[in-house]
Nanobody, 124 residues
């Protein structure tokens, strides 16, 4: 079992930045492709970004491309989502997810483990 914990959410003004972090409790994420998804009020959860287990492949939703960056630190214990030029429409609960030996897939069903989410609110 892999327990994922997100952090870094909060309230920010439009145009601002936030960095989300995702760690696995008690283990590294070395063998896992990682993804970030988000769910806004009244909407379905959607794909945001993903990175392969080796870190060589990244994928982004068109709505965040050029503004968000997913990366993992060298020891692969933490995965980050750097969010710049935030917009009010980025307001959502953000979830990280882990996919064993994953290559950075975009679909929810490709992920084995999920965190509880962290709230991001962007004010206009």
């Amino acid at each position: 079992q892999v327990q994922l914990v997100e952090s870094g959410g909060g309230l920010v003004q439009a145009g601002g930045s936030l960095r989300l972090s995702c760690v696995a409790s008690g283990r590294t994420l070395t063998k896992f492709g990682m993804g970030w998804f988000r769910q806004a009020p009244g909407k379905e959860r959607e794909f945001v970004a993903a990175i392969s287990w080796r870190g060589f492949i990244t994928n982004y939703a068109d709505s965040v491309k050029g503004r968000f960056t997913i990366f993992r630190e060298n020891a692969k214990t933490t995965v980050y989502l750097q969010m710049n030029s935030l917009k009010p429409e980025d307001t959502a609960v953000y979830y990280c997810a882990a996919d064993f030996w994953g290559d950075g897939v975009r679909i929810e069903s490709g992920y084995d483990y999920w965190g509880q989410g962290t709230q991001v609110t962007v004010s206009s």
